[in-house]
Structure formats: structure tokens, C-alpha cells
């Protein structure tokens, strides 16, 4: 069974930047699409951004446009969303996702297996 794992979250203040990560175990993302969601307080989970981890193709929210960049860290395997100019709307919780090996959309939650936990993100004003 593929577990995922996030880190990275945490608080900061208007402007600021943070990095999430996300770690799989009992699998590996080669092969698949990587997708970053986030839920905020009585939203429903919404689309962040995605990439192929073959490379290639990226796909961004308007949100996350020329703020957020996703990537893979290859030495230790591992997935990254590097967020900068953060806003208080940016608040919510940060889910990784792995692809299923078809999918019909990278901005469908339902074109995705595996899901982490979740790491919370506060933005202040």
C-alpha cells in the first residue's frame, strides 16, 4: 500500500514562503502524476498544482500562477510545492496525491489514488 507523507507546513506572515514536501513509501512516484491540493475551513478541496514526474508537462491553478512551483527532488525522491508571496487566502491544508495510471484530468480529485494526510498551512496577516 502507497503512503504518502507531507511536511513543510506551517505558519507565516503575508508575503512569506514556505516549501511542502511530500515523501512516499511503499511505492515510488516515477511514472505517475504528482498533484498538490488544498482544503480551507468549509471549502471543498480545490486543485493547486501538478506535474508528470517523467517531466514535462506542469499544470497551475490561476491561484497558483507565478507564485507556487511544484518539482521533484531527485536525490531524495521526493515531491516539492514551493510557495512564495503568500496571502492569507492561501491558508488550508496541503494535500500530495499520486496519478492513477489513467487519468482523465489532473485537476480532478477522483484522478488520484493516493492522498497524504495533509499539512496545515496559516497565513497571517
Known amino acids: 500500500q502507497v503512503q504518502l507523507v507531507e511536511n513543510g507546513g506551517g505558519s507565516v506572515s503575508d508575503g512569506g514562503s514556505l516549501r511542502l514536501s511530500c515523501a512516499a513509501s511503499g511505492g515510488s512516484f516515477s511514472g505517475y502524476s504528482v498533484g498538490w491540493f488544498r482544503q480551507a475551513p468549509g471549502k471543498e478541496r480545490e486543485f493547486v498544482a501538478a506535474f508528470r514526474w517523467s517531466g514535462g508537462n506542469q499544470w497551475y491553478s490561476d491561484v497558483a500562477k507565478g507564485r507556487f512551483t511544484v518539482g521533484r527532488d531527485n536525490a531524495r525522491g521526493t515531491v516539492y510545492l514551493q510557495m512564495n508571496s503568500l496571502k492569507p487566502e492561501d491558508t488550508a491544508i496541503y494535500y500530495c496525491?499520486?496519478?492513477?495510471?489513467?487519468?482523465?484530468?489532473?485537476?480532478?480529485?477522483?484522478?488520484?489514488?493516493?492522498w497524504g494526510q495533509g499539512t496545515q498551512v496559516i497565513v497571517s496577516s
Open positions: 496525491a499520486r496519478g492513477r495510471p489513467i487519468q482523465s484530468s489532473v485537476h480532478l480529485t477522483s484522478s488520484y489514488a493516493y
